[in-house]
Each structure stands twice: as structure tokens, then as C-alpha cells.
């Protein structure tokens, strides 16, 4: 089956921090990115690498979401993470990538596919496009993104680099 991700602003920061935004299009065939998320992205600092990368190569990914659903709506949600479900609610296929604990909590209650940028390096390294994870592990923790030593530990066992 191929892989149909819908992405957060989150990822595509981190990812754009370490310079692995490549790591997305290598790995999935496809990629949404929701108007909301570029949106969100596009008020950071003009030198993030991300949207820098929306501007440029990104920009063809950028659609629209035209209705959030109430059932997603109730969720109380950010503009990214509402629209990022509202896709993969609304386009069975559809994996959505996204880090925010309360939006996975959503994607689970509607049972709808959700990933995170833990498993998205993960499965870089399983398909090869990675030789080490824990390098990259480390890159996202000084990139600033908040990841616990459990999950790096659990990460490092997964990937048999510990």
C-alpha cells in the first residue's frame, strides 16, 4: 500500500532544523501539507528552514481543507493539527504525521492512522535511507524538539542501536 502522509508543522520544523526535510519525500509518495499548517509555519522567523522550504519546493504540496468536522472540532485543536485530521478523516488512504499528544489522542478516537517524527526516522533507517537513527536523535533534541529519555532509549532499541 503506499504510503499517503498529511504533515504538521511540526515535523516539517524539525526536520527543516536538521536539514532532512528530503527524508519526507524519499519516504512517502505522497505528501500533503494542509493550508493551515503552511499558514502556521509561514508566521515563524523568515530564515526557518521550513519555510523557507514551503516557499520553494514545498509549495506544490499545500492544500486546501475546505470543512474541519465537528467531530474533530470538538477536539479544541490548533489550526494545523484540526486540519491535518480533517484530511485523513476525509481522505481514507491518508497517514496523519503529526507529534502533538492531544491530535494523536483524536486520530486514535476516530481511528485514523497517526505517526510521528520518532517514526518517520525510524522507518527512514528500516528503508535504508538512514545508517544511524541516534545521530539524528540527537540533531532533533538540539534542534529543540522535546523528546523524553524513555522515548529515545525505546527509539535507539527498535532501530538495534542500543
Known sequence: MPKKWVVNASPLIVFGRINHLFLLQHLAEEIVV???VAKEIARGPE?????????SQGQSLVRKV????PVIIAWNLGLGE???LSWAYQN?????VLDDRAARNCALALNLPVRGTISLILLAKKDGHLKEMTPIL?????AGFRIGPNIISAAKKLAKED
Open 34 to 36: 494542509p493550508a493551515g
Open 47 to 55: 530564515d526557518d528552514p521550513a519555510r523557507q522550504w514551503l516557499q
Open 66 to 69: 475546505q470543512v474541519v468536522p
Open 82 to 84: 484540526s486540519e491535518v
Open 92 to 96: 481514507p488512504g491518508y497517514e496523519a
Open 138 to 142: 540527537l540533531q532533533l533534541e538540539q
